[in-house]
T-cell receptor
Framework: QQQVKQSPQSLIVQKGGISIINCAYE??????FPWYQQFPGKGPALLIA?????SEKKEGRFTISFNKSAKQFSLHIMDSQPGDSATYFC????????????FGSGTKLNVKP | GAVVSQHPSRVICKSGTSVKIECRSL??????MFWYRQFPKQSLMLMAT?????????EQGVEKDKFLINHASLTLSTLTVTSAHPEDSSFYIC???????????????FGPGTRLTVL
């Protein structure tokens, strides 16, 4: 059973546009929701993370929106740049499960110049 | 801060040999380290969780006798793939978590990965 569902699988955005990636989860015990960016042949790098006590967190061009009642969270990349082209993974973890990360299936973003 | 290194970055070996991969937290102490496996164009699959000074906890379906994990210190964990076969070829990634009380215990910091190719 997939704990975290991520969509879309792939995304093409024009330079300067907004990229939006969505994730949904089932386990209400999850209390930490990070997003990771991964370039080919590299390890994932933490981009931004949020906890359920806030509905939005912004860091530069990256924003997480969190909807606790719907059990959904999303990543918004404003003013998308070709350098943002990478695979993005959402994840969720909870203290009831020793802080194991459950990853989404990933979204391959291609920002066209 | 929060840098995790892996060595080697790439290894090619013959079938039947064993390969050791090191994972180090360079600027923080990690009580918990995780080992993942990633197939091309797929997500990360957790293989095992290792806590410093204790035995690793393996995920269902992961052979603990094949993938030996040792977390001997707060900055080093090793994964040994024993008697490697071509189907073990994959991208192996480790991650590390800060000690409790450091303020960022939930965050996992990932290493750059190790590409294993078994001929």
């Amino acid at each position: 059973q997939q704990q975290v569902k991520q969509s879309p699988q792939s995304l093409i955005v024009q330079k300067g546009g907004i990229s939006i990636i969505n994730c949904a989860y089932e386990n209400t015990a999850f209390d930490y929701f990070p997003w990771y960016q991964q370039f080919p042949g590299k390890g994932p790098a933490l981009l931004i993370a949020i906890r359920p006590d806030v509905s939005e967190k912004k860091e530069g061009r990256f924003t997480i929106s969190f909807n606790k009642s719907a059990k959904q969270f999303s990543l918004h990349i404003m003013d998308s740049q070709p350098g943002d082209s990478a695979t993005y993974f959402c994840a969720a973890s909870g203290r009831d499960n020793f802080n194991k990360f459950y990853f989404g299936s990933g979204t391959k973003l291609n920002v066209k110049p | 801060g929060a840098v995790v290194s892996q060595h080697p970055s790439r290894v090619i070996c013959k079938s039947g040999t064993s390969v050791k991969i090191e994972c180090r937290s360079l600027d923080f102490q990690a009580t918990t380290m995780f080992w993942y496996r990633q197939f091309p164009k797929q997500s990360l699959m957790l293989m095992a969780t290792s806590n410093e000074g204790s035995k690793a906890t393996y995920e269902q379906g992961v052979e603990k006798d094949k993938f030996l994990i040792n977390h001997a210190s707060l900055t080093l964990s090793t994964l040994t793939v024993t008697s490697a076969h071509p189907e073990d070829s994959s991208f192996y990634i480790c991650s590390a978590r800060d000690r409790p009380g450091s303020g960022s215990t939930d965050t996992q910091y990932f290493g750059p990965g190790t590409r294993l190719t078994v001929l």
